[in-house]
């Protein structure tokens, strides 16, 4: 059952990103906001209670994300890939470090994870928490490859894109099976992001990266 939520979702996303986006942006965003919504109605606002041991551990998570955001982008630069990132503005800020982390956690390690746990065949299902854990790895992952079809010029970069989103998407969600708290969730998503963000700065050069 959850398979058609999955498929669902990849053909509003997709025409949203096909037919509207020539008139409003955001509108693949529209699609994620729905689903949420519809999730936190259908599911409950249990977002979790618990969070890491400590504060020092969370740091250490956090430094870890924000290292693997640096280098995952130091690697698209080893082989040479192009992104499309090539300036920052404040709209692409927002988007990279509130919008993306917010959307993106609640959609796959909140709606998404609830979906699949709901359904009557994950009882039957071995070992849960890792199948619940690569299972939304691999739907995260799919949402960023499905820029191929619409920046082919960036192909490479896009697959490469699939490849690491796949194995952030996999530790958040073994995290979320640990401590289920959506908040530390977002901030680890945060994390890495400002690492790639940070590590794209320090390439091109501040004078040199933000849009006029």
Same mark, same amino acid.
């Given at each position: 059952?959850?398979?058609?939520?999955?498929?669902?979702?990849?053909?509003?996303?997709?025409?949203?990103?096909?037919?509207?986006?020539?008139?409003?942006?955001?509108?693949?965003?529209?699609?994620?906001?729905?689903?949420?919504?519809?999730?936190?109605?259908?599911?409950?606002?249990?977002?979790?209670?618990?969070?890491?041991?400590?504060?020092?551990?969370?740091?250490?998570?956090?430094?870890?994300?924000?290292?693997? =955001?640096?280098?995952? *982008?130091? /690697?698209?630069?080893? @082989? !040479? &890939?192009?992104?499309?990132?090539?300036?920052?503005?404040?709209? +692409?800020?927002?988007?990279?470090?509130?919008?993306?982390?917010?959307?993106?956690?609640?959609?796959?390690?909140?709606?998404?994870?609830?979906?699949?746990?709901?359904?009557?065949?994950?009882?039957?299902?071995?070992?849960?928490?890792?199948?619940?854990?690569?299972?939304?790895?691999?739907?995260?992952?799919?949402?960023?490859?499905?820029?191929?079809?619409?920046?082919?010029?960036?192909?490479?970069?896009?697959?490469?894109? =699939?490849?690491?989103? *796949?194995? /952030?998407?996999?530790? @958040? !969600? &073994?995290?979320?099976?640990?401590?289920?708290?959506?908040?530390? +969730?977002?901030?680890?998503?945060?994390?890495?992001?400002?690492?790639?963000?940070?590590?794209?700065?320090?390439?091109?050069?501040?004078?040199?990266?933000?849009?006029?």
């Amino acid at each position: 059952m959850w398979i058609l939520y999955f498929v669902l979702y990849y053909i509003l996303h997709f025409l949203s990103l096909l037919i509207f986006n020539q008139w409003f942006e955001y509108s693949s965003y529209v699609v994620d906001a729905g689903f949420i919504v519809w999730a936190l109605s259908a599911f409950g606002k249990d977002l979790g209670k618990r969070g890491p041991g400590s504060v020092l551990q969370a740091a250490g998570i956090f430094a870890a994300f924000f290292g693997g =955001g640096v280098s995952a *982008f130091l /690697v698209s630069q080893g @082989l !040479g &890939l192009s992104n499309p990132f090539q300036y920052l503005d404040l709209r +692409l800020i927002f988007l990279l470090l509130i919008a993306a982390p917010v959307i993106e956690e609640f959609l796959f390690r909140y709606t998404f994870w609830k979906i699949i746990q709901s359904s009557p065949r994950f009882a039957e299902t071995r070992h849960k928490v890792s199948f619940l854990a690569w299972i939304t790895a691999f739907i995260f992952s799919m949402a960023h490859v499905e820029g191929i079809f619409f920046v082919p010029e960036y192909r490479d970069f896009i697959l490469y894109q =699939g490849c690491y989103t *796949f194995v /952030v998407g996999l530790v @958040l !969600g &073994l995290l979320k099976a640990k401590w289920a708290r959506m908040q530390d +969730l977002i901030l680890f998503h945060f994390a890495f992001n400002l690492g790639f963000g940070c590590a794209l700065i320090a390439k091109v050069g501040s004078s040199g990266i933000f849009a006029p």
